[in-house]
C-alpha cells in the first residue's frame, strides 16, 4: 500500500530523492540534472519543471516520471514503478509504503507454469479417451 500519487510527484522532488540535491544548470524553467540512468551520470538530463516532463539531450529519452522510473530500474510494470518511486521519496518525504503479500501473494514464474501443467494434466485425466467418445449425429 502507498499513501502518494505517484503521477503527481514533482520530477525535481524525485530527483531530490534520488541523491540529485540541486540541478548543475536552472535556464528559466528547464533544469539540468546528471542523468540518475547514465553510468558516467553526465548532465544531459533536462527537466521542464513547468510540464514536469524530462528529456535527454544524448539519448532523447523523454517522458514523465514513469519513463524515468523505467530507465532506472527497466520494469513496465506500474505497481512496481509505483512502489519505486514511493520508495525512493520516503527519503525526502512521509510516504508510507508497504508491500501487502497477504492479500495478492507473489508467485514467480517456476510456481506459475507448475499450476498450468498439474491444471493440463487434470484436464487429460478426466477427458475421455477417442474411444470413449460418443458422438450424436
Not at 3 to 22: C, P
Not at 26 to 41: F, L, R, V
Not at 67 to 79: F, I, N, P, Q, V
Not at 111 to 121: D, L, N, P, S, W
Request: hydrophobic letters at 30%; charged letters at 35%.
Amino acid at each position: 500500500k502507498i499513501n502518494i500519487e505517484v503521477s503527481k510527484v514533482k520530477l525535481t522532488d524525485f530527483m531530490r530523492a534520488l541523491g540529485y540535491e540541486k540541478p548543475v544548470k536552472k535556464e528559466g524553467s528547464e533544469w539540468t540534472y546528471p542523468a540518475p540512468y547514465d553510468p558516467e551520470h553526465k548532465p544531459t538530463m533536462v527537466i521542464d519543471t513547468d510540464r514536469n516532463e524530462w528529456r535527454d539531450e544524448t539519448n532523447k529519452c523523454y517522458g514523465n516520471i514513469y519513463d524515468l522510473s523505467y530507465e532506472l530500474t527497466g520494469s513496465c510494470m506500474r505497481s512496481e514503478l509505483n512502489w519505486f518511486v514511493a520508495t525512493q521519496m520516503s527519503a525526502v518525504t512521509n510516504v508510507e509504503a508497504k508491500r501487502v503479500l497477504d492479500e495478492h501473494p507473489v508467485k514467480s514464474n517456476m510456481e506459475r507454469k507448475a499450476e498450468g501443467r498439474q491444471r493440463q494434466e487434470a484436464l487429460k485425466e478426466n477427458l475421455p479417451t477417442p474411444k470413449q467418445r460418443k458422438f450424436k449425429m
